[in-house]
């Protein structure tokens, strides 16, 4: 039986339609006059520190924290902004799921496992109204390496649940093979949507436990049980 439901967020849970990357790169370029490279990132399933962290490396500079604080302030502000005109939202089968998840008879808690910032993904959640259904999760202040991010996340869930949490009672949902791969990674089982910029055929393949075009294609109790 799962006890805790860990979601990705873009791609996941709700589609910005760009605003996570205009503001990525207006910060980049209102901060230190950088304004080519973006070419080299994909930014699907990655964490923003390591997205960061890489984009300064394309430029030859080594971040330090004062860097990194001063990408992310200015990020944050551009990520608001970007989202007031943003036409995208809470992705199909995403709130149909989370009443389903209530209505089992040993309801799961929800949580994060993402790439974005604590800051970034409150932000983005609010923004769609979709924020408050989540009790716990990790983020990439805590690490930049997704795996990590996974292994926090857990914890975090044993600090709520209890010790005797079990890998297998986690449930990892996510849009990519990075979001699979850190499921994988602590021992829970995964749930990879077709609803972020990866075939449904990749994620079958991908050892994913359950892989479909969206989450209306398959119901809570079916995962959870």
Same mark, same amino acid.
């Given at each position: 039986?799962?006890?805790?439901?860990?979601?990705?967020? /873009?791609?996941?849970?709700?589609?910005?339609?760009?605003?996570?990357?205009?503001?990525?790169?207006?910060?980049?370029?209102?901060?230190?006059?950088?304004?080519?490279?973006? /070419?080299?990132?994909?930014?699907?399933?990655?964490?923003?520190?390591?997205?960061?962290?890489?984009?300064?490396?394309?430029?030859?500079?080594?971040?330090?924290?004062?860097?990194?604080?001063?990408?992310?302030?200015?990020?944050?502000?551009?990520?608001?902004?970007?989202?007031?005109?943003?036409?995208?939202?809470?992705?199909?089968?995403?709130?149909?799921?989370?009443?389903?998840?209530?209505?089992?008879?040993?309801?799961?808690?929800?949580?994060?496992?993402?790439?974005?910032?604590?800051?970034?993904?409150?932000?983005?959640?609010?923004?769609?109204?979709?924020?408050?259904?989540?009790?716990?999760?990790?983020?990439?202040? /805590?690490?930049?390496?997704?795996?990590?991010?996974?292994?926090?996340?857990?914890?975090?869930?044993?600090?709520?649940?209890?010790?005797?949490?079990?890998?297998?009672?986690?449930?990892?949902?996510? /849009?990519?093979?990075?979001?699979?791969?850190?499921?994988?990674?602590?021992?829970?089982?995964?749930?990879?949507?077709?609803?972020?910029?990866?075939?449904?055929?990749?994620?079958?393949?991908?050892?994913?436990?359950?892989?479909?075009?969206?989450?209306?294609?398959?119901?809570?109790?079916?995962?959870?049980?």
């Amino acid at each position: 039986m799962v006890k805790l439901v860990l979601f990705d967020i /873009d791609g996941t849970l709700i589609r910005t339609h760009g605003a996570g990357v205009k503001a990525f790169m207006r910060a980049f370029a209102c901060e230190f006059g950088l304004e080519d490279g973006f /070419d080299q990132l994909t930014f699907a399933g990655r964490t923003d520190t390591s997205l960061v962290r890489q984009f300064f490396r394309i430029h030859h500079i080594e971040p330090g924290p004062e860097e990194m604080e001063r990408f992310f302030s200015r990020y944050v502000f551009l990520l608001d902004y970007y989202l007031q005109s943003s036409t995208g939202g809470v992705i199909p089968g995403v709130w149909e799921w989370l009443h389903q998840l209530q209505n089992l008879p040993h309801p799961p808690i929800t949580g994060l496992l993402t790439g974005n910032i604590r800051l970034g993904a409150e932000i983005k959640l609010r923004h769609f109204g979709i924020w408050e259904p989540f009790v716990t999760g990790a983020f990439a202040d /805590d690490h930049e390496d997704r795996n990590k991010i996974a292994r926090i996340a857990f914890q975090r869930g044993r600090h709520i649940l209890g010790n005797n949490l079990k890998p297998q009672e986690v449930l990892v949902i996510g /849009d990519t093979l990075h979001d699979v791969r850190c499921g994988k990674a602590i021992g829970a089982k995964t749930l990879a949507l077709a609803t972020g910029g990866a075939k449904i055929e990749a994620l079958a393949q991908s050892g994913a436990d359950w892989a479909v075009n969206n989450l209306l294609e398959i119901h809570a109790a079916t995962v959870c049980s």
